[in-house]
């Protein structure tokens, strides 16, 4: 079975700028999680997406946004980049939402330098 | 709200030697708790996990951990270290019921000395 792919690997944009990131689950998961890791903040939790619809979100400003697919393929966007989002981006995938065990699968991530 | 404190971002310990990986947690409900381990360039996976039931947790390569619920811990154990442990360790920690987040400690990086 493949994990979880994360598109593109590496990043490099502009202050000011926006990106779209993408994340695909492993097969048969429907929930998607998004995760921000710097070295200051660590690991940080973004969003999560369930069956199309955001079931929990993160204290991140309202420049981070997401939305999930019914094939169950997640996005992440940053609109107005600043300095500060330079980090890797995490998605994890799951086989459900709320699940006792909650495993999740991570992707390689997405490494975002604004400049 | 539930918290993870992760006692020392850096460890190290000689190869061979016995690996000891501190977390407790904070949470107001019984919590579910997790080893992720993260190498250089590569996303999380996950060692091992404790949701109920015996409170001693077996995970991949040789690691363990025991839930203590009067201490509120989670520490990560190995016996004896290998050079290929050399990563970082993130305990996490959620609970059941409804969409709940998981929240991650900051972080502890092993360092083993041949």
């Known amino acids: 079975k493949a994990g979880v792919t994360q598109t593109p690997r590496y990043l490099i944009k502009t202050r000011g700028q926006q990106v779209t990131l993408s994340c695909s689950p492993i097969?048969?998961?429907?929930?998607v999680s998004w995760y921000q890791q710097t070295p200051g903040q660590g690991l940080q939790f973004l969003f999560e997406?369930?069956?199309?619809?955001?079931?929990n979100k993160g204290n991140f400003p309202g420049r981070f946004s997401g939305r999930q697919f019914s094939n169950s393929r997640s996005e992440m966007n940053v609109s107005t980049l600043e300095l500060g989002d330079s980090a890797l981006y995490l998605c994890?995938?799951?086989?459900?939402?709320?699940?006792?065990?909650?495993?999740?699968?991570f992707g390689p991530g997405t490494r975002l330098t604004v400049t | 709200a539930q918290s993870v404190t992760q006692l020392g971002s850096h460890v190290s310990v000689s190869e061979g030697a016995l690996v000891l990986l501190r977390c407790n947690y904070s949470?107001?409900?019984?919590?579910?708790l997790f080893w992720y381990v993260q190498y250089p360039n590569q996303g999380l996976q996950l060692l091992l996990k404790?949701?109920?039931?015996?409170?001693l947790v077996k995970g991949i390569n040789g690691f363990e951990a025991e839930f203590k619920k009067s201490e509120t811990s989670f520490h990560l154990t190995k016996p004896s270290a290998h050079m290929s442990d050399a990563a970082e360790y993130f305990c996490?920690?959620?609970?059941?019921?409804?969409?709940?987040?998981?929240?991650f400690g900051t972080g502890t990086k092993l360092q083993v000395i041949p």
């Open positions: 404790y949701t109920t039931g015996a409170t």
């Open positions: 097969s048969g998961h429907r929930s």
């Open positions: 997406y369930f069956s199309e619809t955001q079931r």
């Open positions: 994890a995938s799951s086989l459900f939402a709320g699940a006792t065990s909650y495993e999740q699968y």
């Open positions: 996490a920690v959620s609970y059941s019921g409804g969409y709940q987040k998981v929240t």
């Open positions: 949470s107001s409900v019984p919590p579910y």
